[in-house]
């Protein structure tokens, strides 16, 4: 079964750090670029970044409200893509979803709590 | 970035009614859009992809066209599960943006 399974939603205090994870199964996933989106009430879906295949060269690109506090990374072996999160702020709070980058495969989310 | 502008974005219908959803670029992303469609508590799900493309088990209640700037999802008959929020992305450009969004409710 294709499918993508994130872990690591929490609730943190502003300033804290999280990892998210999200394990992939059913499909060829060292070759998929993959992605995060989140979404929040207020502001809709919005693409938080993507990494693309090792194949491919593995680029990483950041929306800009993350950059600088996020990083993307990925581990073939275990067939897992993750987000540390650092410097959060509240605004951070929402589901987040991994997803190919092709938007064919979505996780079920998981949620971020950023509050004191 | 890209800022696609979606139409409307409250519909109500009943069931059997043709819907239409219109999605609309800031500039031109080719055909890579991707219409999405999400009900409450879960995650978004991929309809169609390239603009027109049918994603494999989805009904073919549901079609896309368009290009360019200017792309349209219909719903030739709806049916009880089609009440949902319908999203436009593109995946033409980095960053991938989406549409506002158009909730699909009963009339």
Redo the contacts between chains.
Sequence with gaps: EVQLVESGGDLVKPGGSLRLSCAASGFSYSNAWM?W?RQTPGK????VG?IESFISGGTI?Y??PVKGRFTISRDDSKTTLYLQMNSLKTEDSAVY?CTT????I????TLVTVSS | DIQLTQSPSFLSASVGDRVTITCRASQGVGSFLVWLQQKPGKAPKVLIYTASTLQSGVPSRFSGSGSGTEFTLTISSLQPEDFATYYCQQVHDYPRTFGGGTKVDVK
């Design positions: 992605t989106v809709g879906l919005e693409w993507r690109d929306a800009a979803y980058d092709d938007s064919k979505w996780g079920q989310g």
